[in-house]
């Protein structure tokens, strides 16, 4: 009997909750891009390459309209699409330098407004630290016992953890060197893994994309389609921050981009997406109007304003694209 009860309700329960969904679909969708760069063993997993970048935007220009952030942001809550189409926003994250000099060229192409969500305390370094320990363990010229040294001569690790760091697969040596960074300060992070390279006499290859420099920054923020929001000046988790901490990374980021752009960001990213009331509560704090995530999906009308959704893109070409966002 009880069988029969859920036979019944269960697919009942699944058509009210894809109508629930339908009418609580918001006509906006935003894309979260990182890099736009070849795939390269030392390089983020997190690129797009310029041809399947160049394809992608093709899609949105030929099939969707696409607004800058703000106006995006402000139709989340219309049910109805305008011209019968999604409106798309496209969001860069972290200040790679490939977006001046790759993507921006494509954005012309087509007429794309785009937003970046820049750390400034990466401006002008040499490479993010996670994009430097992936190139480091990749590398073969570099060669495991050296590069096991230098961990313990730089206070990575201590001698006794390299025994277990040798007898790991490449893979998991990565992640094991990622986590001992992330056991350092957060605001030393960058500092430790630049003295893991000097150790190394190690510099970092052009695959391994660099951030912009205060210049590029500046250069890339005075283009018409481009916007600029704030992404934290270390990059850290902000959920694990104390107060004052959360209070100065915040702050120094907004300063900064004040102080090289000229005026404040509305616009803010948490990093690695993560968010919890205490960090909302600083961010409506210093004046900033909305705040994204990582959490892919498409945006509901529900949404909170302080933990908008994007969606992760893929390194995939223009008709996988129109496939997946249902363009075209
Ligand atoms: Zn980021």
Redo the contacts with the bound molecule.
């Keep these: 009997m009880a069988a029969g009860v859920r036979t019944h309700t269960t697919p009942n329960l699944a058509r009210q909750l894809r109508r629930a969904e339908n009418t609580l679909a918001s006509p906006v969708r935003l894309l979260n891009y990182h890099r736009v760069a070849e795939q390269t063993a030392g390089s983020s997993d997190l690129s797009v390459s310029p041809d399947n970048f160049a394809g992608q935007m093709a899609v949105l220009a030929g099939h969707a309209e696409v607004t800058g952030l703000t106006d995006s942001l402000a139709l989340r809550r219309n049910r109805v699409r305008r011209k019968g189409r999604h409106t798309f926003g496209v969001t860069f994250?972290?200040g790679y330098v490939d977006n001046l000099q790759v993507a921006l060229p494509i954005l012309e192409r087509h007429g794309i407004p785009a937003t970046l969500f820049v750390?400034t305390g990466t401006l002008g370094r040499r490479c993010f630290w996670w994009d430097r320990i992936a190139e480091l363990t990749t590398t073969d010229s570099v060669g495991v016992e050296r590069l096991l040294l230098a961990t313990v001569e730089v206070g990575l690790a201590a001698e006794a953890e390299v025994d277990a760091l040798t007898a790991l697969p490449q893979s998991d040596r990565h992640i094991a060197l990622r986590q001992l960074v992330v056991a350092h300060p957060f605001d030393r992070r960058h500092e430790v893994v630049d003295d893991l390279s000097d150790a190394l006499g190690f510099a970092p290859a052009d695959t391994c994309g660099r951030p912009m420099s205060i210049d590029e920054l500046v250069e890339f923020s005075q283009h018409p389609l481009v916007t600029i929001g704030a992404?934290g000046h270390w990059?850290a988790k902000l959920t694990e921050l104390t107060a004052p901490q959360l209070a100065t990374d915040v702050g120094t980021c907004l300063e900064r981009l004040q102080s090289t752009l000229g005026a404040a960001p509305t616009l803010f990213a948490y990093?690695h997406g993560a968010v919890d009331p205490g960090v909302v509560d600083q961010i409506r704090r210093v004046g900033l109007s909305w705040a994204t995530g990582t959490e892919s999906r498409p945006l509901s009308v529900l949404d909170s304003r302080w933990n908008l959704p994007r969606i992760a893109t893929a390194d995939i070409d223009g008709d996988e694209f129109a496939r997946r966002r249902r363009l075209g």
């Design positions: 994250d972290d750390t992404h990059h990093p």
